[in-house]
């Protein structure tokens, strides 16, 4: 199925706004900007690069159907913050983005890249009456989050219901949305030169710490997480990328709630830890630091405990954000 976009009078805007409000958007028009201006400062040239001919409309197949979107998207919205990692990776400011669950901010780690963007909301439920003002030419949600208000998005703009499966790999999300916005060889060099930098901290990490055991930790308000070498997500950067040596949790698990009392079975030479910005969760990991079994733990008696920044390590699992885990990894292991 294919949905083409016709600019609409100010009244038939006006019209949405108010049907979307009264009616939980059950009646629609759709709003196009195929002009060379964007709103807000976030124009963005999205053309391919080299002598390649410029693009045409093309036809994506997304989670649900065949979506026609524009040649070169200018105002993208999208609906994960994540995703805004991996089109600011690619050279595009998003015109409008969601908010992390954490005070309604964009992710702090590129907060200072996102001047100007749009905020949407909680991605779970975003402000579907900000995102018809907003004028995206193309939307791109997440599938299992956003199936409930499909309708709606296609009749704003339109919408590419990304796979779910992408979330687990942000290296195939990336050369994706390149596809997408006509960056497919950036996206790729991008890809290259991650592996590469990864690769030569790898060498660089196995001259330091050796066979040394390292466990990625987090502080969450009522318990404490493991996450073992299976984790695909921070897991597979510090395990596999980074060759660090880890835990194999039972079964193959990625993630593991463990007691405070079960610390000293596990006896890490390394930890990375996560701390929640939760007053309570501020509590718990002071709690934890004051504790005799924390403190007989061979990682804090080495000293080689490293609080990382939760924001980063659990939601910065996107090219921008692991570029910056690993930068942060070679300059704590010495």
């Known amino acids: 199925m294919r949905y083409t976009y ?8 006006l019209f949405l706004i108010a049907t979307i409000l009264v009616s939980g958007c059950s009646s629609a028009a759709s709003v196009a ?3 060379n201006s964007a709103v807000g ?10 002598d390649a001919p410029p693009l045409a409309p093309r036809i994506i197949k997304d989670a649900s159907m065949d979506v026609e979107i524009p040649a070169e998207p200018k105002k ?3 609906l994960l913050d994540y995703y805004a990692d991996h089109l600011l990776e690619l050279g595009i ?8 669950l954490v005070n ?3 992710l702090p780690y590129i907060s200072d890249q996102m001047e100007g963007v749009i905020p949407l909301g909680a991605s779970e439920s975003p402000n579907l009456e900000v995102l018809l003002e907003a004028e995206p030419d193309l939307i791109l949600a997440y599938a299992p989050s956003h199936q409930n208000i499909e309708d709606s998005l296609r009749k704003i703009a339109p919408t590419l219901l990304l796979d779910g499966e992408l979330m687990n790999d942000w290296r195939q999300l990336l050369l994706e949305l390149g596809k997408i916005v006509g960056q497919e060889e950036l996206a790729q060099q991008k890809l290259s030169d991650y592996i590469a930098k ?3 901290a790898k060498e660089e990490l196995d001259s330091r710490a050796g066979d040394e055991v390292f466990v990625v930790m987090r502080v969450m308000p009522k318990e404490l997480r493991v996450y073992g070498m299976d984790d695909i997500r921070i897991g597979r950067i510090i395990h596999e990328e980074l060759g660090l040596n880890g835990l194999k949790l039972a079964d193959s698990k990625a993630m593991l709630p463990i007691s405070l009392e079960e610390l000293p079975s596990l006896n890490p030479d390394h930890i990375f830890l996560m701390e929640n910005v939760e007053d309570t969760a501020k509590s718990r990991l002071d709690e934890l630091e004051n504790s005799a079994i924390w403190k007989n733990i061979k990682a804090v008696q080495n000293d080689q405990v490293y609080i990382v920044e939760q924001q ?3 939601r910065g699992i996107a090219p921008i954000g692991s570029n910056q885990i690993i930068d942060q990894v070679l300059g704590m292991v010495k």
């Open 6 to 13: 016709k600019l609409r009078s100010y009244f038939a805007v």
């Open 76 to 78: 993208i919205a999208v």
């Open 312 to 314: 980063l390590w659990n």
């Open 104 to 106: 309604n901010q964009f």
């Open 33 to 35: 900007d195929s002009s």
């Open 198 to 200: 990864a690769e030569s």
């Open 41 to 50: 400062g976030t124009e963005q040239s999205n053309k391919t690069t080299g």
């Open 93 to 100: 400011k998003p015109h409008a983005s969601t908010t992390s």
